[in-house]
């Protein structure tokens, strides 16, 4: 018989619904708007800005990553 430590399973247990509720198919409104929100957010800034005279901003600081940044939902 294999001896399992449960305080791995109630750490991770968390972690694991919060997954289950962005990547599942059913998801509650809230959560779609917010996605949707950050969806639109994570895009580089327009050409046109870049080359407006005195512009300072190069690009959008604020972008993400899928794998490396989470959006700690």
Do not use: E
């Not at 950050?38 to 050409?47: A, E, F, G, V």
């Amino acid at each position: 018989h294999l001896k399992v430590d449960v305080t791995v399973f109630q750490r991770t247990a968390p972690r694991v619904i919060d997954l289950k509720l962005k990547l599942s198919s059913h998801k509650t409104f809230r959560i779609k708007r917010f996605l949707a929100k950050k969806q639109k957010q994570n895009r580089p800034i327009p050409q046109w800005i870049r080359m407006k005279t005195g512009n300072k901003i190069r690009y959008n600081s604020k972008r993400r990553h899928w794998r490396r940044t989470k959006l700690g939902l």
